[in-house]
Protein backbone atom coordinates (compact mmCIF):
# COMPACT_ATOMS: atom_id res chain seq x y z
CA UNK A 1 0.00 0.00 0.00
CA UNK A 2 1.73 3.38 -1.05
CA UNK A 3 0.83 6.33 1.48
CA UNK A 4 1.26 10.08 1.66
CA UNK A 5 1.88 12.34 4.72
CA UNK A 6 0.91 15.43 3.31
CA UNK A 7 2.86 18.34 5.04
CA UNK A 8 1.01 21.38 4.73
CA UNK A 9 1.60 25.01 5.30
CA UNK A 10 -1.67 25.92 7.23
CA UNK A 11 -2.85 29.54 7.51
CA UNK A 12 -4.24 30.80 10.83
CA UNK A 13 -7.79 31.16 10.17
CA UNK A 14 -7.84 30.25 6.50
CA UNK A 15 -10.32 27.74 6.35
CA UNK A 16 -10.78 27.72 2.55
CA UNK A 17 -7.58 28.57 1.73
CA UNK A 18 -6.14 25.50 3.56
CA UNK A 19 -8.93 23.31 2.00
CA UNK A 20 -7.56 24.54 -1.49
CA UNK A 21 -4.04 23.55 -0.05
CA UNK A 22 -5.37 20.36 1.03
CA UNK A 23 -7.06 19.51 -1.82
CA UNK A 24 -4.28 20.48 -4.51
CA UNK A 25 -1.75 18.46 -2.18
CA UNK A 26 -4.62 15.13 -2.26
CA UNK A 27 -5.22 15.35 -5.67
CA UNK A 28 -1.49 15.03 -6.30
CA UNK A 29 -0.92 12.25 -4.29
CA UNK A 30 -3.76 10.35 -6.26
CA UNK A 31 -2.06 10.87 -9.47
CA UNK A 32 1.08 8.97 -7.63
CA UNK A 33 -1.52 6.10 -7.36
CA UNK A 34 -1.50 6.61 -3.39
CA UNK A 35 -3.85 4.76 -1.62
CA UNK A 36 -3.85 6.76 1.87
CA UNK A 37 -2.88 10.36 2.83
CA UNK A 38 -3.00 11.85 5.78
CA UNK A 39 -3.40 15.57 6.53
CA UNK A 40 -2.00 17.57 9.87
CA UNK A 41 -4.05 18.23 13.16
CA UNK A 42 -6.48 21.32 12.56
CA UNK A 43 -5.03 21.75 9.12
CA UNK A 44 -8.12 23.73 8.47
CA UNK A 45 -8.02 26.06 10.85
CA UNK A 46 -4.94 26.13 12.54
CA UNK A 47 -4.35 24.70 15.75
CA UNK A 48 -3.19 27.46 17.63
CA UNK A 49 -6.31 29.54 16.32
CA UNK A 50 -8.17 28.64 19.38
CA UNK A 51 -10.10 32.32 19.04
CA UNK A 52 -11.26 30.82 15.90
CA UNK A 53 -12.80 27.48 17.48
CA UNK A 54 -16.19 27.85 18.07
CA UNK A 55 -17.03 29.97 15.03
CA UNK A 56 -15.35 27.22 12.87
CA UNK A 57 -16.56 24.19 15.22
CA UNK A 58 -18.43 21.38 12.71
CA UNK A 59 -21.12 18.62 13.41
CA UNK A 60 -20.15 15.36 11.51
CA UNK A 61 -22.85 15.57 9.22
CA UNK A 62 -21.93 19.41 8.47
CA UNK A 63 -21.58 20.34 5.00
CA UNK A 64 -17.73 21.06 5.63
CA UNK A 65 -17.35 17.34 6.67
CA UNK A 66 -19.00 16.04 3.08
CA UNK A 67 -16.64 18.04 1.38
CA UNK A 68 -14.04 16.02 3.13
CA UNK A 69 -15.39 13.06 1.97
CA UNK A 70 -15.63 14.11 -1.08
CA UNK A 71 -12.19 15.08 -1.11
CA UNK A 72 -11.80 10.96 -0.57
CA UNK A 73 -14.44 10.54 -3.07
CA UNK A 74 -13.12 12.78 -6.19
CA UNK A 75 -9.66 11.28 -5.89
CA UNK A 76 -10.57 7.37 -5.44
CA UNK A 77 -8.24 7.90 -2.36
CA UNK A 78 -8.61 6.78 1.36
CA UNK A 79 -8.12 9.85 3.52
CA UNK A 80 -7.36 10.42 7.17
CA UNK A 81 -8.01 14.58 6.99
CA UNK A 82 -6.19 15.69 10.32
CA UNK A 83 -8.83 16.52 12.41
CA UNK A 84 -11.41 19.46 12.55
CA UNK A 85 -13.02 21.47 15.75
CA UNK A 86 -16.03 19.17 15.89
CA UNK A 87 -19.55 20.47 17.44
CA UNK A 88 -20.39 17.86 19.84
CA UNK A 89 -23.67 19.41 20.13
CA UNK A 90 -24.23 19.37 16.58
CA UNK A 91 -22.96 15.73 16.53
CA UNK A 92 -25.01 14.55 18.68
CA UNK A 93 -27.94 15.98 17.36
CA UNK A 94 -27.43 13.90 14.33
CA UNK A 95 -27.47 11.10 16.13
CA UNK A 96 -23.53 10.28 16.64
CA UNK A 97 -21.95 9.10 19.59
CA UNK A 98 -20.26 11.97 21.47
CA UNK A 99 -18.03 11.58 24.62
CA UNK A 100 -20.10 15.00 25.90
CA UNK A 101 -23.48 16.28 24.87
CA UNK A 102 -22.32 19.89 24.46
CA UNK A 103 -18.76 21.72 23.97
CA UNK A 104 -16.05 20.82 21.46
CA UNK A 105 -13.42 18.76 20.20
CA UNK A 106 -10.72 17.92 17.96
CA UNK A 107 -11.90 14.93 16.04
CA UNK A 108 -10.23 13.30 13.01
CA UNK A 109 -11.77 11.32 10.63
CA UNK A 110 -10.70 8.58 8.31
CA UNK A 111 -13.09 8.14 4.96
CA UNK A 112 -12.90 5.44 2.61
CA UNK A 113 -12.23 6.05 -0.77
CA UNK A 114 -15.38 6.21 -1.94
CA UNK A 115 -15.80 9.35 0.95
CA UNK A 116 -17.17 6.73 3.46
CA UNK A 117 -16.74 7.57 7.06
CA UNK A 118 -14.76 4.82 8.19
CA UNK A 119 -13.47 6.31 11.83
CA UNK A 120 -13.52 8.23 13.86
CA UNK A 121 -10.97 9.72 16.62
CA UNK A 122 -11.10 12.78 19.57
CA UNK A 123 -8.15 13.56 20.76
CA UNK A 124 -7.71 11.89 24.85
CA UNK A 125 -4.89 13.66 25.73
CA UNK A 126 -5.32 17.99 25.16
CA UNK A 127 -2.57 20.13 25.27
CA UNK A 128 -2.03 22.67 28.09
CA UNK A 129 1.02 23.40 28.46
CA UNK A 130 1.61 27.37 26.22
CA UNK A 131 -2.34 26.18 24.97
CA UNK A 132 -6.08 26.55 25.12
CA UNK A 133 -6.84 23.38 24.03
CA UNK A 134 -7.32 21.93 27.12
CA UNK A 135 -9.54 24.92 28.61
CA UNK A 136 -11.85 24.65 25.22
CA UNK A 137 -12.17 21.15 24.12
CA UNK A 138 -13.50 17.60 25.49
CA UNK A 139 -11.36 14.95 25.87
CA UNK A 140 -12.26 11.89 23.74
CA UNK A 141 -12.98 8.35 25.16
CA UNK A 142 -12.61 6.01 22.58
CA UNK A 143 -10.37 4.48 20.17
CA UNK A 144 -10.54 4.51 15.77
CA UNK A 145 -9.22 1.21 14.38
CA UNK A 146 -9.51 0.88 10.52
CA UNK A 147 -8.78 -2.26 8.60
CA UNK A 148 -7.81 -0.67 5.45
CA UNK A 149 -5.83 -2.64 2.47
CA UNK A 150 -4.88 -5.44 4.70
CA UNK A 151 -3.88 -3.38 7.04
CA UNK A 152 -5.14 -2.45 10.80
CA UNK A 153 -4.54 1.41 11.58
CA UNK A 154 -5.48 3.16 14.55
CA UNK A 155 -5.32 7.05 14.81
CA UNK A 156 -4.14 8.94 17.70
CA UNK A 157 -3.32 13.26 17.57
CA UNK A 158 -0.42 15.11 18.23
CA UNK A 159 0.08 15.24 21.97
CA UNK A 160 -1.28 11.86 22.43
CA UNK A 161 2.34 10.16 21.82
CA UNK A 162 3.59 11.31 24.92
CA UNK A 163 1.36 8.36 26.51
CA UNK A 164 2.50 5.51 25.41
CA UNK A 165 -0.04 3.15 27.14
CA UNK A 166 -2.56 4.61 24.07
CA UNK A 167 -0.50 2.67 21.71
CA UNK A 168 -0.54 -0.65 23.63
CA UNK A 169 -4.53 -0.44 23.42
CA UNK A 170 -4.13 -0.09 20.03
CA UNK A 171 -1.70 -2.96 19.88
CA UNK A 172 -3.82 -4.84 21.86
CA UNK A 173 -7.02 -4.18 19.27
CA UNK A 174 -4.69 -5.47 16.06
CA UNK A 175 -2.86 -2.49 15.02
CA UNK A 176 0.00 -2.49 13.11
CA UNK A 177 -0.05 1.11 11.80
CA UNK A 178 -0.50 4.07 13.41
CA UNK A 179 -1.23 7.35 12.21
CA UNK A 180 -0.42 10.18 13.73
CA UNK A 181 -1.98 14.13 12.46
CA UNK A 182 0.10 16.90 14.66
CA UNK A 183 0.77 20.65 15.24
CA UNK A 184 3.96 20.27 17.07
CA UNK A 185 5.69 23.12 17.58
CA UNK A 186 9.32 24.66 17.81
CA UNK A 187 11.55 24.17 20.00
CA UNK A 188 10.51 20.94 20.83
CA UNK A 189 11.75 19.08 17.37
CA UNK A 190 13.64 16.52 18.85
CA UNK A 191 11.07 15.18 21.06
CA UNK A 192 8.39 15.41 18.03
CA UNK A 193 10.60 12.69 16.24
CA UNK A 194 12.31 10.68 19.55
CA UNK A 195 8.40 10.25 20.39
CA UNK A 196 7.70 9.04 16.38
CA UNK A 197 10.06 6.28 16.22
CA UNK A 198 9.76 5.27 19.54
CA UNK A 199 6.01 4.51 19.05
CA UNK A 200 7.47 2.74 16.00
CA UNK A 201 9.69 0.67 17.68
CA UNK A 202 7.73 -0.56 20.95
CA UNK A 203 4.70 -1.72 18.96
CA UNK A 204 7.01 -3.05 16.41
CA UNK A 205 4.33 -0.90 13.48
CA UNK A 206 4.53 1.27 10.99
CA UNK A 207 3.89 5.01 12.16
CA UNK A 208 3.23 8.31 9.71
CA UNK A 209 3.70 11.41 11.34
CA UNK A 210 2.30 13.99 10.10
CA UNK A 211 2.79 17.63 11.16
CA UNK A 212 1.98 21.10 9.77
CA UNK A 213 4.02 24.11 8.67
CA UNK A 214 3.04 28.00 9.56
CA UNK A 215 3.51 30.53 12.30
CA UNK A 216 0.87 31.51 14.79
CA UNK A 217 1.62 34.79 16.11
CA UNK A 218 -1.21 35.43 18.16
CA UNK A 219 -0.18 32.40 20.26
CA UNK A 220 3.84 33.06 19.90
CA UNK A 221 4.20 29.51 17.95
CA UNK A 222 5.45 27.78 14.75
CA UNK A 223 5.44 24.41 13.76
CA UNK A 224 8.27 22.58 13.02
CA UNK A 225 7.10 20.22 10.21
CA UNK A 226 9.31 16.94 10.38
CA UNK A 227 7.12 14.79 9.02
CA UNK A 228 8.27 11.44 8.59
CA UNK A 229 6.83 7.50 7.96
CA UNK A 230 8.71 4.89 10.64
CA UNK A 231 8.66 1.61 9.43
CA UNK A 232 8.09 -1.29 12.63
CA UNK A 233 12.04 -1.03 13.10
CA UNK A 234 11.55 2.84 13.79
CA UNK A 235 13.33 3.61 10.67
CA UNK A 236 12.45 6.43 8.79
CA UNK A 237 11.82 5.76 5.47
CA UNK A 238 10.72 8.90 4.09
CA UNK A 239 11.55 12.36 6.53
CA UNK A 240 10.81 16.34 5.77
CA UNK A 241 12.77 19.69 6.85
CA UNK A 242 10.74 22.41 7.85
CA UNK A 243 9.11 23.44 4.29
CA UNK A 244 5.67 22.26 2.87
CA UNK A 245 6.07 18.64 1.39
CA UNK A 246 4.06 15.47 0.65
CA UNK A 247 6.02 12.28 1.81
CA UNK A 248 5.24 8.50 0.06
CA UNK A 249 6.37 5.10 1.28
CA UNK A 250 4.87 1.87 0.96
CA UNK A 251 4.14 -0.23 3.96
CA UNK A 252 3.32 -3.75 3.54
CA UNK A 253 1.55 -6.33 6.17
CA UNK A 254 4.27 -8.69 5.74
CA UNK A 255 6.79 -6.47 6.80
CA UNK A 256 4.74 -6.31 10.20
CA UNK A 257 4.56 -9.54 10.52
CA UNK A 258 8.28 -10.68 9.67
CA UNK A 259 9.50 -7.87 11.90
CA UNK A 260 7.17 -9.53 15.00
CA UNK A 261 7.94 -13.02 13.92
CA UNK A 262 11.64 -12.29 14.20
CA UNK A 263 11.50 -9.85 17.21
CA UNK A 264 8.94 -10.96 18.88
CA UNK A 265 9.17 -8.56 21.59
CA UNK A 266 5.32 -7.28 22.07
CA UNK A 267 4.67 -11.44 22.97
CA UNK A 268 6.89 -10.40 26.07
CA UNK A 269 4.84 -7.93 27.97
CA UNK A 270 3.95 -9.18 31.47
Not at 43 to 50: A, E, P
Not at 51 to 59: C, D, R, S, W
Request: with cysteine; glycine share 8%.
Amino acid sequence: MEVAAIQSDILPGGVETNLDRAREAVAAAAAKDVDLAVLPEQFLVGFFSFEEYPTQAAGLDDPLVGRLADLAADNNIALVAGSIVEDLAASAAAGYDVPASEGYANTSLFFDRDGQQRGVYRKQHLFGYASAESDLLVAGDSLSVVNFAGLTIGTTTCYDLRFPSLYRRLLDRGVDCLVVPSAWPYPRVEHWETLSRARAIENLSYLIAVNGTGSFPSADAQLCGRSAIYDPWGTARVAAGAEPTTLTATVEPATVAEVRSSFPAVEDRR
